[in-house]
Nanobody, 117 residues
Framework: QVQLVESGGGSVQAGGSLRLSCAASKRYYRMAWFRQAPGKEREGVAAIVGDVYTTHTTYADSVKGRFTISQDNAKATLYLQMNSLKLEDTAMYYC???????????WGQGTQVTVSS
């Protein structure tokens, strides 16, 4: 059974940092972080795609230079280091996973990130 379990969310002041984790039942070729704020559509935040030898990362323009996606292959865990957090980063953050075929088949239940002034 596929499981993606996010953790690490919480409340932080603007300018602060948080690190999200996503524990997976196995390593996936394609993994990403998405977020959804109240009243807004879900958006992709960062993705990491590839095998254990070579990976490629992409970021939404809004988080470039502030967020870093990474993974621990041995632990099948995905991370999102979030620095210089802004009020607009407040959202529910979801971990997603997929295979070679593209897209994201599996989703976690989310972890809330709240940034306050």
């Amino acid at each position: 059974q596929v499981q993606l379990v996010e953790s690490g969310g919480g409340s932080v002041q603007a300018g602060g940092s948080l690190r999200l984790s996503c524990a997976a039942s196995k390593r996936y070729y394609r993994m990403a972080w998405f977020r959804q704020a109240p009243g807004k559509e879900r958006e992709g935040v960062a993705a990491i795609v590839g095998d254990v030898y070579t990976t490629h990362t992409t970021y939404a323009d809004s988080v470039k230079g502030r967020f870093t996606i990474s993974q621990d292959n041995a632990k099948a865990t995905l991370y999102l280091q979030m620095n210089s957090l802004k009020l607009e980063d407040t959202a529910m953050y979801y971990c997603a996973a997929g295979g070679l075929g593209g897209g994201y088949t599996y989703w976690g239940q989310g972890t809330q990130v709240t940034v306050s002034s």
